[in-house]
């Protein structure tokens, strides 16, 4: 009989044979036969160890495998949320890299196009609150700005001449040291990162590859033809290529033209060509400056070194991220642009890219207000799905593990973990976040640069280490909520467990907020108008659309990704573990839990209008 380790390695070594027989590309075979021999050399078993969460501890590396791993095939199983929280992710390990840079491109003509983005880029280290300006100085002149016409002139655009090259060359930093030595895979944890939070990044630091995207973003914003070429170690160039004649490559690090790469070139792309090995791209065919870039600068013999965990899981990523059609490239596309949140269609420009994926709503909204909640929840949930992948997430979550036996003490550890990481350092050090224009959704990784966020921001980031840690016996929950009886509300995670029912709010534990220790499903005020409510072992459910009803036709049904029957079963766990807890339909409609479900059940015959199209 085989031993675990051994059925993993048998499994492994079936996987790269069968793989190697459907690519004929050479590059392709090239990184099978390099995996495989990592195999036949690996030795001890914790790399390829097989383990599924449960009551036991695991380190970190254990979790944020299995995090990996469990992306990976959900991915190739065809789920739409989990390839899109890989795109959130923004790893490089995906087949359509090229995304990122259409995101990023979109985003930067937005801001300058719009006012107020010039002051918000120059707000540093979250010093404009709403006791010192914010309000003033950023965000009315975005909301202002949103309202201009082609004629009027947008005020305090972004403009790349007040880009402040010198600061954030001064404090360029390696990616990887922003997860503070958690651990972290060569390719899986190499991301680019969204270029907002990266520009937003605390006391001016940035990423050396997002340092590379903003030149290579101000070289297209100027027309020239350009590539970002990135390279195994975390670092990249951009080369300028005329028509005629040899490209120039600068590197934006040290601010020069340079005549060589000097290490190995991992990827090399613009926002619609790429030269990708791992993933089995090369569209030299068909972009002769590419190819002039790749014959001067790359190796297709150049491979980065792979344990055989990665690459086992690489493998399942290139197929189960691939982006086949229009549709698929606007999902991701907005995923890795976060722009899945409450203000995101005040934009009009965002609304419009919304408008491929969320197509009806977007003909039954006249006019630029909030989102419609289906977008609003696909973000929730999706941004969530992607943190998971974050290095730092398992740190966290194996200690939850370890502390699981006393769930107070669990939460109260995760609470202060996330205060003592993001905790301001002004007279507001009680909390963990900074003000922002909430048309983007910042996930953990863009918290980890530029601390900025909100009650959904840092129930997203602590509501995947709860995911993550798996604890047997735990009912984990997210839920945004809105007060019965007046406006306003919250997301909060947590979890019901048989030691008792706890919930972190804007990531912290604090019992004095009168709802810690009544679970999830409970606000302050002991009552709930529920909005979304999401568990990841089931999915989610979201019972009223946006605040303004008149733009959009009210629910009859909710959104979510469950039929009838999951769905009534679904409500019934919630109404054994919550009491009193009301549902709004439109506001002021309220229905107690019993009532909901009989007002959903008489509109069964309505129920595939709001069901999500992406699979599950």
């Not at 990827?267 to 002769?288: A, E, F, I, Q």
């Not at 630029?368 to 949930?381: I, N």
């Amino acid at each position: 009989m085989l031993s675990e380790s051994d059925s993993c390695e048998k499994r492994l070594a079936i996987r790269l044979c069968t793989m190697s027989r459907f690519h004929s590309n050479p590059l392709r075979l090239i990184l099978v036969s390099v995996m495989f021999l990592l195999l036949l050399n690996l030795t001890g078993t914790t790399a390829l160890k097989c383990c599924a969460a449960g009551s036991i501890v695991e380190t970190p590396r254990e979790i944020h495998e299995r995090a990996w791993r469990q992306a990976a095939e959900s991915a190739v199983r065809g789920s739409d949320f989990q390839k899109s929280a890989i795109y959130s992710s923004r790893s490089l390990a995906v087949a359509n890299p090229e995304v990122y840079l259409q995101a990023d491109e979109a985003w930067m003509k937005m801001m300058c196009d719009y006012s107020g983005w010039g002051a918000n880029y120059l707000a540093r280290d979250r010093k404009l609150t709403k006791e010192t300006g914010w309000y003033e100085k950023v965000e009315f002149k975005i909301g202002d700005g949103l309202h201009i016409t082609e004629s009027e002139k947008a005020e305090e655009p972004f403009d790349w001449k007040e880009f402040r090259w010198t600061e954030h060359r001064r404090n360029a930093m390696d990616l990887f040291n922003m997860y503070e030595g958690a651990p972290v895979f060569s390719v899986l944890d190499h991301r680019l990162m969204f270029i907002w939070s990266a520009m937003k990044g605390m006391k001016w630091q940035m990423p050396y590859t997002s340092l590379v995207e903003a030149k290579y973003l101000e070289m297209v914003s100027q027309g020239k033809k350009a590539y970002l070429l990135i390279t195994h170690d975390r670092k990249g160039f951009v080369a300028e290529v005329p028509f005629f004649g040899q490209a120039k490559l600068y590197d934006p690090l040290t601010d020069s033209v340079v005549e060589e790469v000097g290490s190995d070139v991992l990827l090399v792309m613009n926002s619609k060509c790429v030269w990708y090995p791992l993933m089995n791209r090369d569209d030299t065919g068909k972009d002769s400056r590419l190819k002039k870039v790749v014959d001067a600068y790359c190796s297709s013999s150049s491979m980065p070194r792979l344990s055989a965990v990665e690459a086992e899981i690489l493998l399942d990523l290139a197929e189960g991220t691939r982006l086949a059609t229009d549709y698929d490239f606007a999902c991701a596309t907005i995923a890795a642009m976060r722009i899945v949140n409450q203000f995101t269609w005040r934009v009009k420009p965002l609304a419009d890219i919304s408008e491929k994926v969320f197509t009806q709503w977007h003909k039954e909204g006249n006019q630029f207000g909030d989102s419609p909640y289906e977008q609003q929840c696909t973000g929730m949930v999706v941004t969530e799905m992607g943190n998971r992948l974050c290095p730092i997430a398992s740190v966290w979550a194996s200690d939850v593990q370890a502390n699981a036996s006393n769930t107070r003490k669990a939460f109260e550890r995760l609470g202060n973990a996330y205060h003592g990481r993001f905790h301001r350092t002004d007279h507001h050090s009680e909390l963990v976040y900074g003000n922002y224009y909430h048309c983007w959704l910042p996930n953990l990784d863009d918290k980890l640069l530029s601390h900025l966020g909100n009650c959904l921001v840092e129930a997203n980031n602590t509501m995947s280490v709860l995911t993550l840690a798996d604890v047997n016996g735990w009912e984990v929950f997210e839920t945004n909520w809105w007060r019965i009886g007046g406006r306003g509300g919250h997301v909060i995670c947590g979890a019901y467990t048989p030691q008792g029912n706890y919930t972190l709010s804007n990531g912290l534990f604090n019992p004095r907020d009168g709802a810690c220790l009544h679970g999830p499903l409970w606000d302050i005020d002991g009552g709930v108008a529920f909005v979304i409510i999401y568990e990841p072992k089931s999915g989610f459910i979201t019972t009223v659309q946006t605040d303004n009803p008149r733009r959009f036709p009210v629910f009859k049904t909710p959104y979510t990704n469950m039929n009838f029957e999951e769905t009534i079963a679904f409500l019934e766990k919630i109404e054994l573990l919550g009491k009193n807890i009301s549902f709004m339909i439109d506001s002021p409609m309220y229905k107690s839990l019993p009532e909901y479900i009989e007002y959903m059940t008489s509109n069964r015959d309505k129920w595939e209008k709001n069901m999500t199209k992406w699979t599950w």
